[in-house]
């Protein structure tokens, strides 16, 4: 029956059915929770990483991935649903597969693509009739169109008829256990329309809402407009605070009293600045796409600039309140609580504690951290450890400096201590 179907149908047919395996590349916080809807929507799923380590700790039922425990990895693996290779060659048994790898900036902040042309090559070697390739990973307008498709089509398959291509942009929120994979609505846009219908079909048993546009290009910039709306709103309120600091109001109190009014406003809060993978690197590829194309991104530009320097502004908050006890930055005693780049999760990438750390220590400091998350971390190529949150830590540090707000830690210690804080989330009590 099915060889009177056209490719795109069969592969829905099969969706439809359960009936075919989907590879999903790169494992990591956005490839696993993937994976893992996938198994459980009814999928085999073939999980290839090029991190052997990843692999055999798959292999060997244990997560990497905060959001994915153990028991969900060993429910997932049960009747190898979910298996896991290293090697490459296995894609060509996947019916669809989704790509989701790095993309990080180059130190001149241009778009790092290799690790996408690295899985599009993969790929390329076992393209075959009526297969579904997927890009998840964040990137500039264009890429699926101008980097993948050539290179697929390179083989002698036709787009659109015997092999479908389609951009679908990942919204993980790590450390969210309201918004996940499965409900938060996932836009498809595919090169075709034949495309973007079998990836619809394909992601419909896994995704609770799919949301369909007219091309890859859209769903590339959909992704970045969501990233670059939440850089520019915190660069704002950054400067705000800065502004407030000099004027010597509260900032909080001015964007609290702001947030009652119920249209026209949208409450986005201060702090150390931007980490996390996304938010300070994702409008960086619009920003060089449009270089490119002689325009300037301003709005873009100028956000990075502030969000970049809200780390010299609390280190200078530092050494204003070491000052007022008549210390000097050089040789003081800094205690950092929380380096992770959000509450409640482990992950240190583009952390703005880092950079506070860096600077503290250019100027003499001698810094150590506290962190529930991160219980020891590669600084520069120093071993550093979590120190514990005690009343003599407190009290033997110059000054203590609140960069990430965790809900497990005792800040009423913090406050109870009376050390001098410096507090970039606005946690502690305040008089």
Not at 211 to 226: F, G, I, Y
């Amino acid at each position: 029956m099915e060889t009177n179907l056209s490719h795109a149908d069969a592969l829905i047919s099969k969706a439809e059915n359960r009936d075919l395996l989907f590879g999903v590349i790169g494992l990591g916080y956005v490839g696993l929770p993937l994976a893992i809807e996938l198994a459980k929507a009814g999928y085999r799923v073939l999980g290839y990483d090029v991190n052997p380590a990843v692999v055999s700790g798959l292999t060997q039922g244990r997560s990497h991935v905060e959001d994915i425990s153990d028991e969900e990895l060993a429910e997932a693996r049960k009747g190898d649903r979910f298996t896991t290779t290293a090697d490459a060659s296995r894609l060509a048994e996947a019916d669809a597969i989704s790509i989701c790898v790095p993309t990080p900036l180059s130190k001149f902040k241009d778009p790092d693509v290799s690790y996408i042309v690295a899985a599009t090559e993969d790929v390329k070697k076992s393209l075959r009739v009526g297969q579904a390739i997927i890009l998840e990973s964040t990137t500039y307008p264009g890429t699926t169109r101008e980097i993948m498709l050539p290179a697929l089509e390179s083989t002698g398959l036709k787009v659109g008829r015997e092999f479908f291509l389609a951009f679908s942009p990942e919204r993980v929120d790590p450390g969210n256990t309201v918004w996940t994979t499965r409900n938060t609505p996932k836009v498809v846009g595919g090169i075709t329309a034949s495309c973007t219908r079998v990836v619809e079909a394909l992601y419909q048993p896994a995704i609770e809402h799919i949301v369909p546009v007219s091309s890859t290009e859209t769903a590339e910039l959909v992704k970045l407009l969501e990233n670059t709306f939440r850089s520019v709103n915190i660069g704002l309120v950054n400067e705000m605070a800065i502004v407030c600091d000099k004027l010597g109001v509260d900032a909080w109190e001015v964007i609290e009293a702001a947030a009652t009014k119920p249209f026209g406003f949208m409450k986005f809060l201060p702090g150390p600045g931007l980490g996390g993978h996304c938010i300070p690197i994702d409008p960086h590829y619009l920003a060089w796409k449009m270089r490119g194309l002689n325009y300037k991104t301003r709005f873009i530009d100028l956000a990075g600039e502030v969000n970049t320097e809200m780390p010299v502004f609390w280190v200078r908050k530092v050494a204003d309140a070491l000052d007022k006890n008549g210390k000097a930055m050089n040789g003081a005693r800094i205690l950092v609580l929380g380096v992770a780049y959000k509450r409640d999760v482990g992950d240190v990438r583009e952390s703005p504690a880092l950079d506070i750390m860096r600077l503290l220590e250019s100027q003499g400091a001698l810094v150590q951290y506290h962190d529930p998350f991160v219980d020891a971390l590669d600084h520069d190529g120093r071993l550093l450890k979590s120190q514990p949150l005690t009343v003599e830590a407190l009290k033997s540090a110059d000054c203590v400096i609140l960069v990430t707000d965790h809900s497990s830690v005792d800040y009423a210690l913090v406050a109870e201590a009376g050390c001098s804080v410096v507090d970039t989330r606005n946690v502690l009590p305040r008089s």
